[in-house]
């Protein structure tokens, strides 16, 4: 494999990345921004949508730094992993990412933003040929999505990243910077169908960071990661669930987020509307794992069937929630 | 001053008044250590103890290095990164060669044109099939790849064109401005329909071809009577499928070819069989053999993917003679995918069938095994999946029909375990179901039907040396197995699996067993006293280097230190058949002793000349040759060397290795056919997520009957490697072909090879049957031991959750779907409240452990006696005395060829057997 030469910017300042991604866009230039490169380089050695020019957010200093309500995101994954203040759900989440070594180059904002997978994409050009391409890259083509053919609208690449539902779980918000200035807003909507938008990110735009609410220590939760292998693998379904517990031991909050299922990472708020905030929450596992079951909506483009990945649905939300309940009961 | 002691001076280093090295023993050790009797056999005045006899070997044990832990002597190559692999070769002006590959699964290629191509900057040559069309294959009788696409291209990824430029980038450009023009044709994906006629064949075999179809080889065997098995009072009778794996290795195919000054041929090359190349380059560039020098570099793991001569390696030769500058070829990791050779996607249909005396009445195979593009090894494959599972157990008939197709997909080929893995998979599944419907322990049921020590199968192999049962009762208690069977909570199983393999070929390939030797080693020893042997035998990380070395150190007395080893190039190194079938131990090593012996006799009579002790009254020690009766009179080994080359130089000795005649007549009677078999019996305790199907396999107790564990260190690196591929196999691995045909996971993020997290405990438990023509009473090590980690996984998933499977790799989804069936058949909503399988003993059972008492007894006494009776398959049902069944039972039948009843209703890769060959063909000349 040999990576397509491209020109690498190295910044120093979040205001002359900004600068530089306004010049090269209005300078008619196709450019990526790059973190910590470990989504992005190996999908360009695929020649999957490669740029000319490169934006490299290593020397922003700005981006770095890790508290109990702030992330910045450069911070790589590891440093959340090893770290002492970072939420104990958060950290849970990027203990399953990838291994210990793409976590030592992989960052929050990476994994934010990470590109949506697909079988019919993630291959080599010859492969892409073989198969006359596909919607999200289709090399000049016009070719169809090859997961649900006839449509030529919608790209379902599924998005695998494990920060996201944690994150939505503590009710984080995302901040944005582009040169047209900051702006934020809650996690869940970030992210934006179908799996070539991804999110609401504009050209030149970046996350800087993410904020957590002062009171996120108060939330207990856990992660539930569905995969083949124990390392590597992306999730094939992911669900996060928290609840806020009060000072006085009640529930006051309950949330719940899934990764891998669809495009886009899901907060579902509407699932969790009828859930019983009394002492005895955690009795509804089973239906709210059935629940979620119906409302996911996997494709065939991942390593495990659709049909299973749904089922497992229920079982990974009736063990995030059966775990968070034994947290909240040990302290 | 006497004349003859007069200086001469300007003339002092005369010959023979000098020493070459300071006098002493040689080595890095000043001192010479004691003979350690510990490490001496029994049969030579020592204390080594031999459970299972003496050995034709004893005398030459000087006790310094066979059965000690051994580190590799390349090891530290390795660690430091100095191991120069495929892709580290580096040659003055080399440029970079790609090749170009189809994009189409199968079509007739037209036209290419390369007027793009030769206009980019930096591009150096060109070539395309027309450059090299001779045909070359592995295997002499099925020669049907070429360098490069002639007329048609088979699957996604085959070689159509190859270019060569200055550098990657430009190689890469000039590969994509290639214009091929395609006309497609229709391609096949699944084996079933590689049975049918087609318009358009993937290959055409002439007058030889099967029918129209896409058949490349089939099988017919039928040994025994078949009409016993209708006395069985219990059954297995199940369709197996089993998806293709590859080999995983870490270093991708790399090559690198040099035309010299002289304008002979040099291939750097990761290879297990150099010498098949050598042929094949022969063959290919139309060249004397003599003037090519294959150049083993060291082998980032092959595993039988490395084993056949390969488009790539005469591409690369065929660019560098055109563009006059050394070309490497490195694969991307899709390549090696798309080159394959991995083990056949395969579908089996098992049946085995038990009497009431809790006897295997039959075995009834029926393989269909999905060759993909080419033919590869697959001819021995399709015997293997039958003839191999004709042991350890004694059966009453065995009836096997095998099939292989070829499909537009990557070509499969050999892969550790070759052919004998899916299908001693559902054997030993089979016999774990059997077990449960008499009503007996699994491994009670095997103990009382194993073949004793020297034995003939039902198809007529040669059984020597034989340790299952051992193997057995190793596993049985330290797994702690009569504590946890059947006993566990659901969720939690515990399983057994068995497994047994060829160690060795019968029969070379190229040629007359009776003409050529198997294998030949030289040793050639000069004034420094180092011993440098020549061997062609390709270390390719199993270890192949030391153990040969560790046989001449072993007779020679020497420590590691003394020995080098040259088996890196065709040019310096004796012809050999490569690193496959696991015969380099038992094969090389048996040559390296025998050359050894040689030297050993020539060192003896040097210091009998010198000490004057008799020959017979002299050993051999730590670089020391001294009176057995009395130590203190012996000489150095450098002593008795420079003696012993007076007047000759250097000492050399060439060893060589063949087997003895052996096997029957019947068509495909060489095929398993090998001069020893090894044997191997695994414990595997599971965790199963019942509500996700995923499985932990938490411990493996595995124990493998190696007949001597020349190297105890690598021989528990091989059983303990082999349960990390086969566990692979039964839990997550598998080439996953899409619905368009596609190979979708041709990268190691998709192709799930298990990590450190899914690898469990393995407790490796070394048997040595000690066996009489193995080197020092070895056998191999490096394949079978792969082959029990499947059933034992699978058994321990039924005792775990009560759910037999018949589909591997036995992902979640998978296992969750027969989860899923299993609790729809119970009437179950949760699988929570699954059933866990138990245990009912019959009064069979009692029966089968004195039967397994006795057959201990009589194997005890098989393998002590020097001569013992023959043995054949059979004895067990009481058919025939001691002569070979064909003689002796009248019922019995050998069939290789399908009669009209059968043909009636075939089984699915028996129905090849409905065509015909074209030369049968009515019209036909």
């Known amino acids: 494999m040999k990576t397509p030469a491209f020109e690498v910017h190295m910044p120093k300042t979040l205001d002359h990345a900004l600068e530089i991604a306004k010049d090269l866009h209005e300078g008619g230039h196709d450019f990526d921004w790059i973190s910590g490169g470990t989504d992005l380089i190996p999908n360009y050695k695929w020649g999957i949508n490669p740029k000319s020019h490169v934006i490299s957010m290593s020397g922003v200093s700005e981006l770095e730094g890790i508290s109990t309500t702030r992330i910045g995101a450069m911070v790589r994954l590891q440093d959340i992993v090893e770290s002492s203040v970072a939420h104990p759900l958060i950290v849970e989440a990027a203990g399953t990412i990838a291994s210990v070594m793409i976590r030592r180059s992989g960052t929050l904002g990476g994994n934010l933003c990470l590109d949506t997978r697909c079988f019919w994409l993630n291959q080599s050009e010859t492969w892409r040929k073989s198969i006359d391409y596909c919607h999200k890259c289709d090399e000049g083509t016009g070719a169809d999505c090859r997961v649900i053919p006839n449509q030529n609208e919608l790209c379902v690449a599924t998005y695998q990243g494990d920060l996201a539902p944690a994150l939505m779980c503590l009710d984080a918000q995302i901040h944005l910077a582009s040169h047209r200035g900051t702006r934020s807003m809650p996690l869940e909507d970030f992210f934006q169908e179908d799996g070539i938008t991804r999110n609401v990110l504009e050209t030149g735009e970046i996350v800087t960071h993410i904020q957590l609410p002062e009171n996120s220590a108060d939330f207990i939760g856990s992660y539930q990661k569905l995969r083949l292998r124990e390392a590597w693998d992306f999730p094939e379904g992911g669900v996060a669930f928290s609840v806020g517990v009060s000072a006085d031991g009640s529930v006051s909050t309950i949330n719940m987020a899934s990764t891998g299922f669809e495009s886009i990472p899901r907060k579902h708020k509407e699932l969790i509307e009828s859930l019983d905030k009394g002492p005895n929450w955690a009795l509804e596992a089973e239906r709210l794992g059935a629940e979620l079951k119906r409302a996911v909506r996997p494709v065939l483009n991942t390593w495990f069937p659709p049909a299973y990945r749904k089922k497992m649905a229920s079982v990974l939300a009736r063990r995030a929630m059966e775990e968070t309940s034994k947290r909240v009961t040990s302290g | ?925």
């Not at chain 2, 000054?261 to 050598?278: C, D, F, K, N």
């Not at chain 2, 996607?345 to 038990?354: L, N």
């Not at chain 2, 058919?879 to 290789?896: F, K, L």
């Not at chain 2, 059968?902 to 009515?922: D, F, I, Q, T, V």
Request: glycine letters at 10%; charged letters at 25%; hydrophobic letters at 35%.
């Open chain 2, 1 to 925: 001053m006497p004349e003859d002691k007069k200086e001469i001076v300007g003339y002092r280093q005369q010959p023979g008044k000098l020493d070459f090295t300071r006098p002493g023993s040689g080595g890095s050790s000043p001192k010479s250590e004691k003979r350690d009797l510990e490490m001496i056999p029994q049969s030579q005045g020592g204390k080594m103890g031999q459970p299972w006899g003496p050995h034709r070997h004893d005398n030459l044990v000087t006790g310094r290095i066979i059965g000690k832990r051994t580190p590799l002597i390349d090891s530290r190559w390795k660690v430091t990164g100095q191991a120069v692999y495929g892709d580290d070769v580096r040659l003055p002006g080399e440029i970079i060669g790609r090749l170009v590959r189809s994009d189409r699964h199968y079509a007739k290629v037209l036209s290419i044109d390369m007027t793009d191509v030769e206009s980019i900057p930096g591009v150096l040559a060109t070539a395309t099939g027309i450059d090299a069309p001779s045909a070359f294959g592995v295997l002499p009788v099925t020669k049907d790849e070429h360098a490069m696409a002639l007329e048609k291209v088979r699957h996604i990824g085959d070689i159509v064109a190859c270019v060569a430029a200055e550098d990657e980038e430009t190689a890469r450009l000039a590969a994509a401005a290639v214009r091929i023009e395609y006309q497609d044709l229709e391609p096949i994906f699944d084996m079933r329909d590689g049975l049918k006629d087609s318009p358009d064949p993937i290959h055409d075999r002439g007058r030889y071809h099967i029918g129209e179809s896409n058949v490349q080889k089939r099988v017919f065997q039928r040994f025994g009577r078949i009409s016993d098995i209708k006395n069985s009072i219990a059954s297995y009778d199940n369709e197996w499928t089993f998806k293709g794996v590859n080999h995983g290795f870490t270093e991708p195919h790399a090559v690198v070819a040099h035309w010299d000054p002289r304008g002979r041929l040099t291939l750097y090359t990761p290879q297990q069989v150099p010498h098949y190349v050598h042929r094949a380059l022969a063959d290919v560039l139309d060249i004397p053999m003599h003037q090519i020098n294959v150049h083993r570099t060291y082998v980032g793991g092959g595993f039988g993917g490395k084993s056949d001569p390969f488009p790539h390696e005469m591409c690369a030769a065929i660019l560098a003679r055109k563009s006059g500058r050394p070309v490497r070829i490195t694969f991307d990791r899709e390549e090696v995918f798309w080159t394959n050779r991995g083990r056949h996607p395969s579908r089996i249909s098992m049946a085995i069938h038990a009497d009431k005396e809790g006897r295997f009445s039959g075995i009834q195979t029926d393989a269909l095994i999905d060759g993909g593009g080419f033919a590869s090894f697959g001819h021995v494959t399709t015997y293997y999946n039958g003839v191999l599972h004709t042991a350890p157990y004694e059966i009453g008939a065995f009836h096997y029909t095998g099939a292989r197709v070829w499909t537009n997909k990557p070509a499969s080929g050999a892969m550790r375990g070759h052919g004998a893995v899916n299908s001693r998979c559902a054997v030993e599944v089979g016999i774990d179901h059997i077990s449960e419907e008499l009503g007996v322990d699994p491994i009670d049921l095997r103990l009382a039907n194993l073949l004793p020590p020297h034995s003939a199968t039902i198809t007529g192999f040669r059984v020597t040396s034989i340790g299952m049962r051992e193997c057995l009762e190793r596993v049985r208690k330290e797994s702690g197995w009569d504590k946890k069977f059947r006993r566990m909570p659901l969720g939690k199983g515990i399983g057994v699996g068995c497994g047994f393999f060829i160690s060795g070929s019968g029969l070379p390939i190229h040629w007359d067993p009776n003409k050529f030797p198997h294998a030949t080693v030289h040793l050639k020893i000069d004034m420094d006293g180092g011993v440098t042997i020549h061997t062609g035998a390709a270390d390719i990380g199993q270890g192949s280097d030391t153990v040969v070395g560790q046989a001449v150190a072993e007779v020679l007395g020497l420590p590691m230190d003394m020995i080098r080893i040259r088996s890196k190039e065709s040019d310096t190194s004796p012809v050999d058949l490569g690193s496959y079938s696991s015969r380099v131990t038992f094969m090389n090593a048996n040559a390296a002793v025998s050359a050894a012996m040689e030297i050993r006799s020539e060192l003896i009579e040097a210091a009998s000349l010198i000490t004057g002790v008799e020959t017979s009254g002299l050993v051999l020690g730590d670089r020391r040759i001294f009176n057995k009766k009395d130590p203190a009179v012996g000489v150095s080994y450098l002593q008795a060397l420079h003696k012993a080359q007076e007047d000759k130089g250097a000492l050399v000795a060439s060893g060589s290795y063949r087997t003895p005649p052996m096997g029957k007549m019947h068509k495909g009677a060489a095929a398993g056919l090998a001069p020893a078999y090894s044997f191997s019996a695994y414990v595997a305790e599971v965790d199963v997520d019942i509500e996700t199907g995923r499985i932990k396999v938490e411990k493996v107790w595995a124990a493998h009957d190696c007949g001597k564990a020349l190297n105890p260190l690598s021989v528990e690196g091989q059983i303990i490697g082999s349960c990390h591929m086969g566990l692979g196999q039964v839990i997550s691995e598998e080439m996953q072909y899409g619905r368009t045909g596609n190979l979708l996971n041709p990268d190691l993020l998709g192709y799930k090879i298990p990590t450190v997290h899914e690898m469990p405990e393995v407790v490796p438990i070394i048997v040595e049957s000690n066996d009489p023509e193995g080197p020092f009473g070895a056998k191999e090590a490096g394949e079978g031991p792969l082959l029990p980690i499947l059933p034992a996984v699978c058994n321990a998933v039924y005792d775990a959750i009560g759910v037999r499977n018949n589909e591997l790799p036995l992902t979640p989804d998978r296992l969750y779907r027969s989860i899923e069936k299993a609790c729809r058949q119970r009437g179950i909503k949760d699988p929570r409240d699954l059933p866990n399988p138990s245990l009912e003993l019959t009064s069979l059972s009692d029966k089968l452990i004195r039967r397994a008492k006795d057959h201990a007894k009589r194997d005890r006494e098989r393998r002590l006696d020097p001569n013992p009776d023959a043995y054949y398959n059979g004895q067990l049902f009481n058919r025939h005395a001691t002569g070979p069944p064909e003689e002796n039972d009248p019922n019995w039948t050998v069939q290789v060829l399908p009669d009209q009843e059968y043909l009636e209703n075939p089984k699915l890769a028996g129905s090849a057997w409905l065509h015909k060959e074209r030369r049968h063909m009515e019209g036909a000349e």
